[in-house]
């Protein structure tokens, strides 16, 4: 399997999705090195080991992508009357084609205007960033009950309220655009050098990227179709037959607490010696070797592991049999979750 190329300094991985995070307000800097520990994000130096440990200052490893946008050395006044500065240069949501298309709420109009904002304008700003914090505090709420909760509540969660998902997606891709590379691309990459007639099946596949990129035929479950391909299920129990496909793919898509459950039914409908791959957030691994042993509870071979991103880890295994009953206590991923900021 091809090495992943470190992300160059300064660049953040993280759990993928916040949004409405884009003008939090300032914190104070820290020391450096003092992000360190967050899983997901890059050691200050390239050739330094990276710990993959619990940041002191949040529940978890995500760390948004506009912080490494912060301006060092100013006082929150002037970090903030700056910003004010810089959104009047820019130019109006949506025409760079960029703006205005990611999770938040568009920019407040006349944002774009350098002369002083009239009263309506003002409160139209105000309104705006209202809105952005609510979808902010709405999207924080929404990821903490994937990560937190089972495949199963998620399902509800999203039953009752497809909206929400759509909420959630646009906030995943915002933060996904931000890698230097989308983990999709490397299982699309692995699986045009096997032959195309291998069937896949992709556990939460999305916007069904993968399907589309290749001449497989790709059996995609999710819990909301954004494509007309998707099979809407849980993933802890696909509409499948047992022993069917030859490669099971999750891609930043091992949400639920039941993981047990989960690959349970990777193993299911996998055929013997049929691949299963993972990419995932490197931040959510507590301990990589417990995973892997526990994965071989689940009857699975390690077969190669790229550790190599601070992004995500890439993980291939081989079915060699059914997975044994019992607990499997290695089999531990954290949550990605975000602070209020
Ligand atoms: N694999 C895609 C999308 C990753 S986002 C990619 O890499 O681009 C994670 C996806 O997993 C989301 O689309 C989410 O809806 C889906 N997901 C989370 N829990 C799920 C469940 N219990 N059953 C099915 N899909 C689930």
Redesign the pocket.
């Known amino acids: 399997m091809p090495t992943q190329t470190r992300a160059p300094r300064g660049e953040r991985g993280g759990c ?2 916040p949004v409405g995070t884009a003008r939090r307000r300032p914190r104070k800097r820290k020391k450096a090195g003092g992000l360190r520990a967050a899983a997901g994000e890059l050691p200050a130096r390239p050739d330094e080991p990276r710990e993959v440990g619990k940041r002191p200052d949040t529940d978890g490893p995500a760390e948004p992508a506009e912080e490494a946008e912060k301006p060092a050395g100013l006082s929150r006044r002037q970090r903030r009357n700056r910003q004010k500065r810089q959104r009047q240069q820019e130019p109006p949501a949506g025409s760079d084609g960029e703006r205005g298309s990611g999770p938040g709420p568009p920019d407040p109009p006349g944002s774009a205007e350098a002369a002083p904002e009239p009263r309506s304008g003002r409160s139209a700003a105000l309104r705006a960033r209202m809105e952005e914090r609510l979808l902010g505090a709405r999207f924080r709420y929404l990821n903490q009950q ?1 990560y937190t909760g ?3 509540d ?2 509800r969660l ?1 039953r009752a309220d497809p909206a929400a ?1 759509h909420l ?2 646009r906030g ?2 915002r933060q ?1 655009r931000r890698w230097p590379e ?3 691309q490397r ?1 699309v990459r692995y699986l045009r050098r096997r032959p195309a007639s291998l069937v896949v099946a ?9 399907a589309a990129s290749v001449r497989n035929q790709v059996h995609c ?4 179709p ?1 494509s007309p391909r998707v099979t ?5 129990k696909v509409p499948l037959a047992a022993e069917s496909v030859d490669v099971a ?5 091992l ?2 607490t039941n993981l047990q459950e ?1 690959l349970g039914e990777a193993n299911r409908v996998l055929k013997l010696g049929g691949t299963l791959m993972v ?1 995932e957030v490197a931040s959510r691994f507590e301990d990589i070797h417990a995973f892997l042993k526990a994965m071989t509870q689940l009857g699975f071979r390690t077969v190669s592991k790229d550790l190599s991103s601070s992004y995500f880890y890439l993980l291939e295994f081989a079915k060699k049999g059914p997975a044994r009953p019992g607990p499997a206590p290695g089999l531990r991923l954290r949550p990605c979750l975000y602070k209020r900021r």
């Open positions: 993928p999705g994937l089972s495949s199963r998620a399902a999203f998902f959630y997606h995943f891709e996904v989308r983990p999709v299982i992709d556990f939460g596949c999305g916007d069904c990227t993968l479950f999710d819990l909301v954004l809407v299920c849980d993933m802890a793919v999750f891609c930043l898509a949400m639920g989960i990419a």
